[in-house]
């Protein structure tokens, strides 16, 4: 199992789209009725839904961050340089142990997450409880930078670029946690006070879980900027949609999805 394209509702669809071309790199694949279909390479990673009327996320379920995966450091490195060029600001920047990583918003708002990982023999090694070692420090962008600092900016992705996870806001971290695992297998890597991380196959995390808006917020909002659902391929399971207790959505493909796949499941949780 692994994760395909999440699907995304704006205000502004032209704004967006050069957004997510000239900062994140991403190219338009195709349009949609309502918006349209970004992707690096042949894959497809994101689609977005115009919805001029919606309204700022607020305290309640939903995306936290999305996180796009670069192939290689260097990778990472060319997405700073494009943020450089572009001159757009970012929320952050860490160091996972596992990860390196910077996050920033997209247009409206909607939480962003680019990051490339640490070969597996250098991941940090877990501590009491846990099945992997993760934490957080500062990264030194400085560094980063300079693998490409000389070189010519790269306008678009790898082909290799991909969601890595999402991370969520919930009501109910136990709730949400039972149920990744009931329905998507997923396995518990890490579990905080008030997050936890859950993968397949022994990654850090597929998909994080959190309570930091508050314990018992109101379920996804239909009529919200956010995320729409997100995509696990399951290339041995039957097509289905699960919605976890606070309202977040997933769709399951049995192979990777078609275009079709993702306009058809394109309604708001």
Do not use: C, K
């Amino acid at each position: 199992m692994n994760l395909g394209p999440a699907s995304l509702t704006i205000t502004n669809l032209d704004r967006s789209v050069a957004f997510y071309q000239d900062v994140i790199g991403l190219q338009v694949h195709r349009g949609t009725d309502a918006g349209a279909v970004l992707g690096a390479g042949a894959a497809d990673l994101l689609e977005l839904v115009e919805e001029p009327a919606a309204r700022p996320a607020g305290r309640h379920a939903g995306l936290y961050h999305l996180a796009l995966l670069h192939d290689s450091r260097e990778e990472l490195a060319r997405a700073v340089q494009r943020l450089v060029v572009t001159r757009t600001p970012i929320d952050g920047a860490s160091d996972h142990g596992v990860s390196e990583a910077i996050y920033l918003p997209d247009p409206d708002g909607n939480g962003l997450e680019l990051y490339a990982d640490r070969p597996r023999d250098q991941w940090p090694p877990p501590g009491p409880g846990e099945r992997v070692g993760m934490y957080t420090q500062p990264l030194d962008l400085q560094a980063l930078y300079g693998l490409v600092a000389e070189d010519e900016p790269v306008r678009h992705a790898s082909p290799g670029f991909r969601v890595g996870h999402v991370h969520l806001h919930v009501s109910d971290l136990e709730a949400a946690v039972a149920h990744y695992q009931d329905t998507l297998g997923l396995e518990l890597m890490v579990r905080m006070p008030s997050a936890a991380f859950l993968s397949w196959d022994g990654y850090h995390h597929h998909l994080g879980l959190n309570t930091w808006r508050g314990v018992g917020i109101p379920p996804v909002p239909a009529d919200a900027v956010g995320l729409r659902h997100f995509t696990v391929v399951d290339r041995d399971g039957e097509p289905r949609e699960l919605a976890d207790p606070s309202g977040n959505r997933a769709l399951v493909q049995a192979s990777s999805p078609a275009s079709q796949a993702m306009s058809s499941f394109s309604t708001a949780g």
